[in-house]
């Protein structure tokens, strides 16, 4: 099984619960993975037969542009973006707010969606 992975992607955005939170813009930390077949990109050596990983990179971006309240509601938001979007049968999404608990280096959410 072959994978295109973008790791530590990092998205300001307004995100949380708390109404302090609705005002101000914090970053998230994405860990995505997407199932591929890089073999004819490979063969070719052609963008157009695998995943641009950058162009993911964007569109996360761009759903991030939206306030949300919850993790839970952004990763489901982003695995059936990409699934929608983007060539691949399979999403893992993992995403990180660095300094939501003090005591915590990051927490969050991860999920997987698609046929693994
Ligand atoms: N499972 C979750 N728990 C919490 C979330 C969340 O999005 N998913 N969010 C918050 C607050 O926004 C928090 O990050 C503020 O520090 C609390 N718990």
Redesign the pocket.
């Known amino acids: 099984m072959d994978k295109v992975f973008i790791s530590a992607l990092q998205v300001p955005t307004v ?4 109404d302090w ?1 609705k005002q101000i813009q914090q970053t998230l930390v994405f860990d995505i993975e997407l199932r591929t077949d890089i073999r004819q990109a490979a063969a070719t050596d052609d963008l157009h037969y695998t995943i641009d990983y950058a162009a993911v990179c964007q569109a996360v971006t761009e759903l991030c542009a939206e306030p949300h ?4 509601t952004v990763a489901e938001k982003t695995a059936s973006m990409i699934l929608q979007n983007f060539p691949t049968q399979a999403v893992r999404v993992r995403i990180g ?1 660095p300094g ?2 003090p005591q915590a280096a990051s ?1 969050g ?1 991860m999920i997987e969606r698609g046929d693994w």
């Open positions: 995100i949380g619960v708390y939170e309240q919850l993790l839970e707010k939501a608990v927490v959410v």
